[in-house]
């Protein structure tokens, strides 16, 4: 059983550093139950207050994904049109894929900020800020999931 769920862990710890890229993927919580799955075998001793401070990490990134653009947004001077574009964006662009879940905030801050008579120059520069605010969020997710997989290879190894 320890080498099943040890298994399952190693393809949880790729799938949750591959899923901080692709939106569909939830990487950091797919991260932690990589954690927990090392934790059940006579290889984890992970104590509980690591793991419910992963936990709550995994958890905070992971809003924090769907937060940052829109707040991005806003920081570079978007209206609250342009942060609902960006928002209706996140939520839409998840639903076509990697390329999108980038492009659709982008696009709907544009289009929020455009429709709220907004130069155009101004509009595209709240956008800009929805596309750093994605870009933030992957960092912020890589982090988190970083720190996982590297846990999850040192508890392995000792």
């Not at 799938?15 to 692709?22: E, Y």
Request: charged share 10%; with cysteine; hydrophobic share 55%.
């Amino acid at each position: 059983m320890d080498y099943i769920l040890l298994t399952f862990g190693i393809v949880l710890v790729l799938i949750g550093i591959i899923g901080c890229f692709l939106p569909v993927l939830p990487g950091p919580p797919i991260s932690y139950v990589a954690l927990l799955m090392l934790q059940f075998t006579r290889w984890g001793n992970f104590s509980t207050t690591f793991l419910v401070v992963m936990a709550a990490l995994a958890a905070v990134v992971t809003v924090l994904d769907y937060v940052v653009p829109a707040w991005g947004t806003k920081k570079f001077g978007g209206t609250k049109r342009g942060v609902w574009g960006a928002t209706i964006g996140v939520v839409v662009g998840m639903f076509f894929g990697p390329v999108c879940i980038i492009l659709f905030p982008l696009i709907g801050a544009f289009i929020g900020e455009y429709t709220g008579n907004q130069p155009t120059d101004k509009a595209l520069y709240a956008a800009l800020g929805s596309f750093i605010g994605i870009l933030t969020g992957v960092v912020f997710k890589l982090m988190v999931s970083g720190l996982m997989s590297y846990y999850f290879i040192v508890e392995l190894i000792n």
